[in-house]
Each structure stands twice: as structure tokens, then as C-alpha cells.
């Protein structure tokens, strides 16, 4: 149990354009899903936390117009990365949790903006 | 602001024997201490957590101590495998006003030797 998805794993997209990732829970409901940004052979960066029917909360130096969060229900989260930049490529990796302490993470998405 | 500081940042073993990580936290309000195993290219997995009112917890070959007087918490792994060999990060998470918050530790990659 306790599985969850993230699409695409990969993608590379024009700087300027914008890219949508996807967080789903699987076989759980998810009131929390965590957002981070893991550059390579580094830690994991909390970007944002996001409750399902509520606005997401934005760690400090993280652009809430930039990194668009949507939580629309107890399955879904979705990250739109807008206008994106080079500086912008990385990897980017969601969590999903019931109960907000145990995490379950998806298998995260490599995104290259050229 | 909230820190977790984890060494080493590399350790490499012979197979069969322990390893053990360290993680020290800075604040006094955490109360949940994962530990999560990535290996390359995958997705972080949880291997093993404690909580504040648990000094010590086992699991097979992976033990984790905690020391809250002293803000310490560590990983043990005895009789180390090949399979071992991966990136593992701690963290420590408290439930603040808003929300539960996690802050992860900068990582260690593990390397046993066969």
C-alpha cells in the first residue's frame, strides 16, 4: 500500500513555457502533499506543503506565482512550474501523507528547461 | 531557523560490517524522527522512524537511537549488505501552527564493499 505516482518522470521543455507535474496518491487519501526540489547529490528542499481544498503554504524564498500549487482533491496535487528558466531544471519530487507525519514519496520528475 | 545537520556525508564499509549515521536537530519542539533510503535514481522509502517518547528502536538489522536532552538521533545498520548501498537521509518534523513540518538532513551515501 501507501503508493504514489508522479507524471511525467521526465521532461524537457522551451524556456518561457510552462510545465505541469503531477502528484497522485494511489490507493490512500492524501490531505497533505509535499513538494520538493532536490538538486544532485543534495538533500531534499521543502518547496511547499499543500492541504487538500486550501491554499498552499510556500517555504521562504519559494515564488508562489512561479510554482503554482493546486490540491483540488484528496488524490491529486499538481505543481506548474510557469515561465520556466534554465535555472529552473531540476528534480522535483512530491510526498503524500494521511496524517502529515509519514511521508510517501512519488518517483519524482527530471525536468531540463532549455 | 530549523536545521538538521547530518554527518558524515560519505561513508564507505566492508560488508558485514555496521555503519552508523548521525543526525543532530536544532529545534526543541521536534517530535517525529524518519529516516528514509534513496537509491540512485529512485524515490526516497522510509525505512525506519521514532518518536520523541521512544529512546531506541529496532528493526531487524537497522536500530535508531534517540537522545532529545542532547538533540541527537542516529541510524544503525549491522551486518551491512551490498544492497545497503544507497543515499539515506534523516529528518525531524514537528506539528507547528501551521502544519507538520519536516526538515530533512543533507543526506549520507553509504557504499558497502562486497
Known amino acids: 500500500g501507501a503508493v504514489v505516482s508522479q507524471h511525467p518522470s521526465r521532461v524537457i521543455c522551451k524556456s518561457g513555457t510552462s510545465v505541469k507535474i503531477e502528484c497522485r496518491s494511489l490507493d490512500f487519501q492524501a490531505t497533505t502533499m509535499f513538494w520538493y526540489r532536490q538538486f544532485p547529490k543534495q538533500s531534499l528542499m521543502l518547496m511547499a506543503t499543500s492541504n487538500e481544498g486550501s491554499k498552499a503554504t510556500y517555504e521562504q524564498g519559494v515564488e508562489k506565482d512561479k510554482f503554482l500549487i493546486n490540491h483540488a482533491s484528496l488524490t491529486l496535487s499538481t505543481l506548474t512550474v510557469t515561465s520556466a528558466h534554465p535555472e529552473d531544471s531540476s528534480f522535483y519530487i512530491c510526498s503524500a501523507s494521511h496524517n502529515q507525519e509519514t511521508q510517501y514519496f512519488g518517483p519524482g520528475t527530471r525536468l531540463l528547461v532549455l | 531557523g530549523e536545521n538538521v545537520e547530518q554527518h558524515p556525508s560519505t561513508l564507505s564499509v566492508q560488508e558485514g560490517d555496521s555503519a552508523v549515521i548521525k543526525c543532530t536537530y536544532s529545534?526543541?519542539?521536534?517530535?517525529?524522527f524518519p529516516w528514509y533510503k534513496q537509491e540512485l535514481g529512485k524515490r526516497p522509502q522510509l525505512i525506519i522512524d521514532?518518536?520523541?517518547?521512544?529512546g531506541e528502536k529496532k528493526d531487524q538489522r537497522i536500530a535508531v537511537t534517540l537522545n532529545k536532552t542532547a538533540k541527537h538521533f542516529s541510524l544503525h545498520i549491522t551486518e551491512t549488505q551490498p544492497e545497503d548501498s544507497a543515499v539515506y537521509f534523516c529528518a525531524a518534523s514537528n506539528r507547528n501552527t501551521g502544519g507538520f513540518k519536516t526538515i530533512f538532513g543533507a543526506g549520507t551515501r553509504l557504499f558497502v564493499k562486497a
Open positions: 529545534d526543541s519542539a521536534s517530535n517525529y
Open positions: 521514532i518518536r520523541s517518547n521512544v
